[in-house]
């Protein structure tokens, strides 16, 4: 049986949050898989990966009335190429881009098949609203707006069409939760793994819980925040937060998905290139983030060097 095609999508979206340099990263991630001509073992189609990116001078913090301020136009083309991907049953990998994106792509696992796990590795819950946040930042609202029934969203959102049910998200590594956030967890029952948690018992239960999971849905949804890990690893990251996850959590619970065979949309999002000390500091974390996609994406028969096209680097913008 062929395996299924890996089809790279940068998500160059960083209005979610207040840093600059996010929305070069897909970019940044293709030229370093070119110039350490990586052999990897996931197809990156250039003919179909695409971009979406918001140019425009919104502000980067919001309150309720100001969402419909912001030009959604990128995340409504966002969720139309992760459509396309997803009717022709290959993976998405959505290279961030804040969290934000995930507005987009989790909306189109879900008008793909409703029956989708939704397994968010993150420091961080996503699920403030704009009322309720702190900061202000779009890239901590996501879950919140995707779970939020379509007739309440605010006007800006309603191309969405489908509704995240409590029940489909498995959260692991979070520890930096606000108080809004915590109750809505524990008032809606979603399942959570603090690495806290994980720190104290280990990652069986965890693992359990996502293989259980798993067999009760058709598609698995990855969305995968760099921050979630540690910050000893040098994360390039613009919200960390201390406590995180061991790399090795990460690949364990990558590679229970990839033996699900499941797998059919996957972010990876908040690497931003700017934040990096040094261009040694942002290599390794791609290197680490090539690891990482090879560990949850079916393996291709003869793995193979990519070569990348120059139309790759026509469709995406620096
Ligand atoms: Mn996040």
């Not at 969203?153 to 409590?166: E, G, I, N, Q, T």
């Not at 699900?260 to 974390?285: G, M, R």
Request: charged share 20%; proline share 4%.
């Amino acid at each position: 049986m062929q395996s299924k095609q890996v089809q790279f999508v940068g998500a160059n979206i960083e209005v979610g949050q207040t840093h600059k340099g996010l929305s070069q990263s897909a970019a940044q991630f293709l030229s370093y898989l070119c110039k350490s001509k990586k052999s990897v073992s996931f197809d990156i189609n250039s003919e179909l990966s695409v971009t979406a990116e918001v140019r425009h001078k919104s502000p980067r913090s919001f309150r309720k009335q100001d969402l419909n301020q912001i030009d959604f136009s990128a995340y409504k083309k966002l969720a139309e190429i992760n459509d396309k991907i997803l009717q022709k049953r290959n993976i998405a990998l959505n290279f961030g881009g804040d969290h934000s994106i995930a507005v987009a792509t989790v909306e189109a696992s879900l008008r793909s098949n409703p029956k989708t796990h939704i397994i968010w590795i993150d420091a961080h819950a996503d699920a403030n609203s704009a009322e309720q946040s702190f900061t202000g930042s779009f890239h901590g609202m996501p879950v919140y707006y995707l779970m939020m029934n379509r007739k309440n969203r605010p006007a800006c959102m309603d191309w969405m069409r489908s509704s995240l049910h409590p029940a489909q998200i498995t959260y692991v590594g979070l520890r930096d939760i606000d108080p809004f956030e915590i109750k809505l967890l524990n008032d809606l029952q979603i399942d959570y793994f603090t690495s806290d948690f994980i720190r104290t018992n280990g990652l069986k239960k965890v693992i359990d819980r996502i293989q259980f999971k798993n067999k009760l849905f058709d598609n698995i949804h990855l969305s995968f925040d760099i921050d979630s890990l540690d910050p000893k690893y040098g994360l390039c990251t613009g919200v960390p937060a201390l406590g995180g996850l061991e790399i090795d959590d990460v690949f364990h619970i990558f590679e229970t998905v990839r033996e699900s065979n499941k797998l059919t949309n996957f972010d990876f999002v908040e690497v931003n290139p700017k934040l990096a000390n040094s261009q040694a500091e942002l290599d390794q974390i791609y290197g680490l983030a090539v690891q990482l996609i090879q560990a949850a994406v079916p393996a291709k028969s003869q793995p193979s060097p990519t070569h990348f096209k120059e139309e790759i680097y026509a469709n995406l913008s620096y």
